[in-house]
């Protein structure tokens, strides 16, 4: 089976400085993983994804993962937070070993506050 | 090009009531997914479409939920004798195979009184 976990349920950071918001995961197999955000009263928002290649990735809105196979995590940071990334975000995981489609596994989500 | 998109918005229903949800999603993409997401807490899967194979319904909580998808197109949510309990935001996604990541539409908010 395969599990993801958001170990902090709120984040607090002034703007300007770098921001972290952890994700841990398991599967059977090799991973892919994703970071979606959600805003208030929308949908969620796709920020970027691990499939292979390179251990860091970079996505929209200068965010960034670092995919760590050792420690089965895939953080998302950004150098400098911004008021307006203050939201909702969760982590999500596929397992390819398991074959089972598309088949998301969501976190229970991380909300980050960005103050001035 | 257009994104997911459902309807209603939000739908306020009296318990006991049937009501039924509508998902369009992007054009080509053969996966379509729903979610439940109730306040505050994350995303809870529900069933999983893709091409013409069997839907994937293991995250169905009840037998009154069901769903249906037109070949590669419109899905609809269906949720008989509504409880409080249902009450939430259900999300619809689409995904192409090759890309993986799920594009989401606005959601669905449903209020069971």
């Known amino acids: 089976a395969q599990s993801v976990a958001q170990p902090e349920d709120q984040v607090n950071v002034a703007e300007g400085n770098p921001l972290t918001v952890k994700c841990t995961y398991s599967v059977s197999g090799n991973p892919y993983l994703f970071w979606y955000v959600q805003y208030p009263n929308r949908g969620l928002q796709f920020l970027l994804k691990y499939i292979t290649g390179d251990n860091l990735v970079k996505g929209s809105y200068g965010f960034e993962a670092e995919f760590n196979k050792s420690q089965t995590s895939f953080h998302l940071k950004k150098p400098s937070a911004l008021v307006s990334d203050s939201a909702l975000y969760f982590c999500a995981v596929r397992d390819l070993f398991t074959g089972g489609g598309n088949k998301l596994t969501f976190g229970t989500g991380t909300q980050l506050k960005v103050e001035l | 090009g257009a994104g997911v998109s459902q309807s209603p918005s939000n739908k306020v229903t009296e318990k006991g009531k049937d009501v039924e949800l509508r998902c369009d999603p992007i054009s080509g993409h053969t996966a379509l997914y729903w979610y439940r997401q109730r306040l505050g807490q994350g995303l809870e899967f529900l069933i999983y479409f893709q091409g013409n194979s069997a839907p994937d319904k293991s995250g169905l909580p009840s037998d009154r939920f069901s769903a249906e998808r037109t070949g590669e197109s419109v899905s609809t949510l269906t949720i008989q004798r509504t409880q409080q309990e249902d009450s939430a935001v259900y999300l619809c996604?689409?995904?192409?195979?090759?890309?993986?990541?799920?594009?989401f539409g606005p959601g669905t908010r449903l209020t069971v009184l």
């Open positions: 996604a689409s995904s192409q195979i090759v890309g993986n990541e799920q594009f």
